[in-house]
């Protein structure tokens, strides 16, 4: 396995983790899809309630807690009138599954620790030892595959990495990149502003000069 894929499969793994403490601590809350990207990962989320990044850290303490439990990935093919009953609270969910089963792909169920979900696969063999770190960055809002007519979703993003050193390096560019988009828009702004004055100062002088004029003419008129 090269190490692009094992990251990835770490990053996968780890959006199941964010799933898994979700539900133990926000329950009734429906799963959509939570796949790797390049920068990490993210699961999106029908919450009751809205939900802040101020929870973050709950959900982050609540992650480790689970990860403690999860030595394997356990797969398992299922029918399609199994998956309706195993998620029948699940609406999305059962939407991709059914459209799976309409195109003849089997349907597979990964399962680790107490939790478990609809999915393709990619994951760490030792998720446990893997998974070295952790964090959620943000949270967005995200139609249901991507259609405006359909509900609006919540997005969470994350970032994995097999060590708190990576992870570390990762957030501190993050940082930087960040201080250079600020200072980028302090600097246009202040352009802006002194590009406006000039503006205004032009505008000044043409209103006064065509006041003169003006003024002139009707001395003129009036001799």
């Given at each position: 396995m090269s190490n692009n894929e094992s990251l990835h499969n770490l990053r996968h793994s780890t959006a199941h983790l964010l799933a898994a403490a979700v539900l133990e601590l926000f329950p009734n809350t429906k799963r959509a899809i939570g796949p790797a990207i390049e920068t990490g990962f993210y699961y999106d989320f029908e919450f009751i309630n809205p939900i802040s990044e101020?929870?973050?850290?709950?959900?982050?303490?609540?992650m480790a807690e689970i990860l403690k439990t999860w030595k394997s990935f356990d797969r398992e093919e299922i029918t399609i009138e199994e998956t309706r009953k195993k998620f029948k609270d699940e609406p999305y969910k059962l939407e991709m599954a059914e459209e799976f089963a309409k195109n003849g792909e089997k349907?597979?169920?990964?399962?680790?620790?107490?939790?478990?979900?609809?999915?393709?696969?990619?994951?760490?063999?030792?998720?446990?030892?893997?998974?070295?770190?952790?964090?959620?960055?943000?949270?967005?809002?995200?139609?249901?595959?991507?259609?405006?007519?359909?509900?609006?979703?919540?997005?969470?993003?994350?970032?994995?990495?097999?060590?708190?050193?990576?992870?570390?390096?990762?957030?501190?560019?993050?940082?930087?990149?960040?201080?250079?988009?600020?200072?980028?828009?302090?600097?246009?702004?202040?352009?802006?502003?002194?590009?406006?004055?000039?503006?205004?100062?032009?505008?000044?002088?043409?209103?006064?000069k065509s006041i003169h004029i003006i003024q002139k003419k009707n001395f003129s008129l009036s001799q």
């Open positions: 101020e929870e973050f850290p709950t959900i982050e303490k609540k349907l597979t169920v990964y399962k680790s620790g107490e939790y478990e979900d609809l999915c393709e696969g990619g994951h760490s063999d030792d998720p446990q030892k893997e998974i070295g770190a952790f964090k959620l960055l943000s949270v967005a809002g995200a139609y249901w595959r991507g259609d405006e007519k359909n509900k609006m979703l919540a997005r969470i993003y994350g970032t994995a990495f097999p060590t708190e050193k990576e992870l570390d390096e990762y957030l501190q560019m993050l940082e930087e990149r960040l201080a250079i988009r600020k200072l980028l828009c302090q600097v246009l702004t202040e352009q802006s502003y002194l590009k406006f004055q000039d503006t205004m100062k032009n505008i000044k002088m043409t209103c006064l």
